[in-house]
């Protein structure tokens, strides 16, 4: 028995990553429509079919944009699929317009990557309370826009978020029809069940990317980033496995392919992003000289809350948040960092040993919590709690 593809196509968000996914959309040979916000945007895309946020790339005349989500929804059919790729803190209000102009049963993919700031929810969290009746996935992987939009081949993984295990591959399953539906020679979806692994390695990567970023910036080299890339991968699995997802996840598309796409490349807008503040640059003349949102600025704040909220430990998330967002000199904060207690790298020893690192002298201010941590010794004390 076949799986049947959706009939056609909305996406809702004209940003960079919206506009590169009505192009491959538009590949499938599917109809396409794309909601652009910006006014100028629209009226650019309307004149000479150029996104001033993707201007490599010449929207195909097929994709039918607009700047009226009742317009565009219109017919309302259920049979569409509706990709929302909007900023992380405009995806309630954004889903909150588009429940009234959905047909029952309309299915949408949340491919915003984030964490909202107020309530601490993931993206499928807060389109789940304000469309609780409509079918949802989350769509995340390594995916740069203009790669996408230029046709390189590109994999993601797409999560049904209420759906089992199970209906994963099932003739009727959400994530499948969404699969055969975007899937083309050169866009290849992969499936998971774990929406909340998928979405946390989305959210975290592009905080970790600043920290790569603010290295580059600084001068620092390949032993750096590697250091950062696979630490924070620590880090995103830490948190998948507080919030009950699965650690495994970390290490697909979305974990670990995301991240290190992420925090590899200028092409990267948190690298970028972080780049500018490690040669200098204020957060906030780097953020106002950006026509495009800088997601890991915003949700550095936004995930580490959620990280202390369920008790975990996130020294990397951290230290951005407080470069970024406290001002904290580059120096101090990377000094503090690579100064923190001593600790095993496997899991399930890195809570049970803690050493006090030989190099903690240098550290004007060090926390109360390393203080207790390296009292008693210089410096050569193991610290073994029950397992």
Request: glycine share 10%.
């Amino acid at each position: 028995m076949g799986i049947d593809p959706f009939e056609g196509i909305v996406v809702i968000g004209g940003g960079a990553w919206g506009t590169a996914l009505a192009i491959a959309a538009e590949r499938t040979g599917r109809p396409t429509r794309l909601w652009i916000r910006e006014r100028d945007a629209l009226e650019r895309v309307r004149q000479d079919r150029i996104n001033p946020f993707l201007p490599a790339h010449r929207l195909p005349e097929s994709i039918a944009a607009d700047d009226d989500l009742a317009r565009l929804l219109t017919p309302r059919r259920a049979t569409d699929l509706v990709l929302v790729v909007v900023p992380s803190q405009h995806l309630r209000s954004t889903v909150r317009r588009l429940a009234p102009l959905l047909a029952p049963g309309t299915p949408l993919v949340i491919c915003s990557k984030g964490i909202e700031r107020d309530s601490g929810l993931l993206m499928s969290q807060v389109a789940s309370a304000e469309l609780p009746r409509w079918p949802l996935a989350v769509l995340s992987g390594p995916s740069f826009a203009d790669e996408v939009a230029a046709g390189q081949p590109t994999a993601i993984t797409i999560a049904d978020v209420r759906g089992s295990q199970a209906e994963l591959a099932a003739p009727d399953g959400l994530a499948a029809r969404i699969a055969v539906t975007l899937g083309s020679a050169r866009f290849r979806p992969y499936l998971s069940d774990d929406a909340i692994g998928v979405e946390i390695g989305g959210a975290v990567k592009n905080v970790l990317a600043i920290a790569c970023g603010i290295a580059a910036g600084v001068g620092l080299g390949s032993n750096p980033r590697a250091a950062l890339i696979t630490r924070g991968l620590a880090e995103i699995k830490r948190l998948t496995a507080a919030l009950g997802g699965n650690p495994d996840t970390t290490t697909g598309l979305a974990g670990i392919g995301d991240l290190v796409l992420t925090c590899s490349s200028e092409q990267s807008r948190n690298f970028s992003f972080g780049k500018q503040l490690g040669t200098g640059v204020s957060a906030e003349r780097a953020l106002a000289n950006r026509l495009d949102v800088v997601e890991g600025a915003v949700n550095a704040r936004s995930v580490l809350a959620l990280a202390k909220r369920v008790g975990v430990e996130m020294p990397i998330c951290e230290t951005v948040d407080a470069i970024v967002h406290r001002g904290a000199p580059i120096d101090e904060a990377i000094e503090r960092l690579l100064t923190r207690p001593i600790r095993a790298e496997a899991t399930t020893l890195e809570d049970r040993i803690r050493l006090a690192h030989p190099a903690i002298a240098s550290v004007a201010d060090v926390s109360a919590t390393e203080q207790a941590a390296n009292s008693g010794s210089a410096g050569h004390r193991i610290q073994v709690t029950a397992p």
